[in-house]
């Protein structure tokens, strides 16, 4: 797997397809996430490149025209790196650096690379090791490095069939090897589950870069990792938290995102343990940010998948002093502005249950009520779960 340098920033290009059922605008919106997933891995964006069409060629993912577009232009701004929003099959990536003559990467590559830069703990680093062996097995003979050297270029061809068969049995070993280490580290995580007595488990989950872990701090008064980057946290963090005498378990897990690589999601799965134990959840949303409700849909997605069901939902709309100036014009009358508010928030109850809050987790801006709701959320859930035991709130 390529690992960005960190020391020499990359120059980047962002390419995407629009499809006859995409707007110009979503895929806009999409590029926007590519270009914050590069900045986290450490690269700058200089240019992007978009073309309309449904399929994506399958030799070099554009058509030759806008091909030769993205070459002029990296042999004039000097780039070293050209993304691609969607997954690249091995013949297109070594078709592409073989024209571009420069480092390609598809999304799922540079969210592996991001994911390997954040690992800190052991499981992390086996969770995200497992991910990107299980993503390069299929494209050894067309990517072909030693799996001792990761740093390098993608696309380099290998000396011969008896390497690459070599490495794919090392890729095989390695990936059973890690599996069976994840397996142990699952039983050791699912027994210290098991020794947390009857507090209600609460599991903070959401789009990442949304605020989870600001919101971690904020309830447990901890000091859990917190930075405006995609995937600051990966490692899940759990907590007891006691507020108005009422305390609980709270974990904070890893942010999901579009088009999140399958392998990691499995690689992942024991981490999400967490929020599929859990007792409550509070999905966190950015309420300030434009396409929150695609963002929501694939929070729920990843829920489902993860056979997240029948748990009772905490919807918290955080960054509500973003929302504001977003969508109100600064020169609106006060009421007005309270006026929309209330709408908006009238109308994400409607769609989602009154279990729903609206707060601004930097500024402090409605803690109070929310941790309020959390306190009642968490007593109802105890007295349901053990009746006769009510005495223990």
Known sequence: MIELDQKTEERAILVAIVRNNESVEKVEEYLDELQFLAETAGAITIKRFTQGMEFSDPKTFVRSGKLEEIKQYIEFADATLVIFDDELTPTQIRNLESTLKCKILDRTSLILDIFSLRAKTAQAKAQVELAQMQYLLPRLKGLWTHLERQKGGIGMRGPGEKEIETDRRVAKDKIALLKKRLEELD??????????????????????????????????????????????????????????????????????????????????????????????????????????????????????????????????????????????????????????????????????????????????????????TLVLLVQDTYHKRYPYKSHFY
């Open 187 to 372: 039983k050791q995580a699912t027994t210290r589950r098991k020794t947390r007595g009857e507090f209600i488990r609460v599991a903070l989950v959401g789009y990442t870069n949304v605020g989870k872990s600001t919101i971690m701090n904020i309830l447990s008064k901890s000091d859990v990792f917190a930075e405006n980057k995609l995937f600051a946290t990966l490692d899940t963090t759990v907590r007891k938290v006691v507020i108005d005498d009422v305390p609980f378990l709270l974990s904070d897990t890893v942010g999901f995102i579009r088009k999140l690589p399958h392998d990691l999601v499995e690689s992942f799965k024991s981490t999400l343990d967490e929020a599929k134990e859990s007792d409550i959840i509070i999905h966190v949303v950015d309420a300030s940010h434009e396409f929150f409700q695609e963002q929501i849909e694939v929070v729920n997605q990843t829920l489902t998948e993860l056979s997240v069901t029948d748990v009772p939902v905490l919807m918290v709309f955080n960054k509500m002093d973003g929302y504001r100036k977003r969508y109100f014009d600064p020169f609106l009358p006060l009421e007005i502005k309270q006026q929309l508010e209330e709408e908006f928030k009238k109308s994400m109850k409607k769609q989602f249950g009154h279990l729903c809050e609206f707060i601004s987790a930097i500024d402090k801006e409605g803690i109070d009520e929310f941790r309020n």
